[in-house]
């Protein structure tokens, strides 16, 4: 299942919630799915919150059932590039100097998508400091294009870029 859903557009998520042949529930299970078993070679993604997503996912089953409590981005996952501000989580910029530098705020970026019922489902590789032309960092490593592991993505953006390529959300931020 996790191949069938693994291109849909943030647009066909929203509205195959609407009709009911999708739930957040199935969709993010399917996204874990997915890159738990695509992401290693590519390694695109660097801190994942599975288990909040999981959470978050049923939360947004529960408000897509009531048209009243539905946010525009209602249960759609999301993958945040390392360099944004999640509060509560680490930001590194791909540094070993932040590797344990948790955030006491989120970027307002951060805080529209979530006040908009996106799902943040993990973060992206991005090169030290976003400072290269290849997303290689020394804290985790070289991100690696999906459909071709010999090359990489590019830079800054660059985890962004290959996640969404391999299929492992609908949505990535970038800068």
Not at 74 to 97: F, I, M, N
Not at 141 to 170: E, I, M
Request: aromatic share 6%; proline share 6%.
């Amino acid at each position: 299942m996790a191949d069938e859903l693994a291109y849909l557009t943030a647009t066909d998520v929203l509205a195959r919630f609407a009709d009911r042949s999708l739930s957040p529930v199935e969709f993010v299970e399917a996204l874990i799915e997915r890159a738990v078993r695509i992401n290693p070679p590519i390694n695109a993604l660097t801190d994942c919150y599975f288990d909040e997503a999981r959470a978050l996912a049923g939360e947004a089953e529960r408000r897509l059932r009531d048209p009243a409590s539905r946010r525009p981005l209602e249960g759609v996952p999301v993958l945040v590039k390392d360099a944004q501000r999640v509060k509560d989580k680490r930001t590194t910029q791909g540094s070993l100097v932040f590797k344990d530098h948790v955030d006491d705020h989120s970027d307002p970026m951060i805080e529209r998508l979530q006040a908009a019922g996106a799902i943040i489902l993990a973060r992206t590789a991005v090169p030290e400091f976003c400072l290269s032309g290849v997303c290689h960092s020394r804290l985790f490593g070289v991100t690696r294009n999906p459909w071709n592991l010999d090359y990489g993505p590019g830079g800054s953006s660059g985890g962004s870029g290959a996640a969404l390529a391999a299929g492992l959300a609908p949505l990535a931020t970038g800068t």
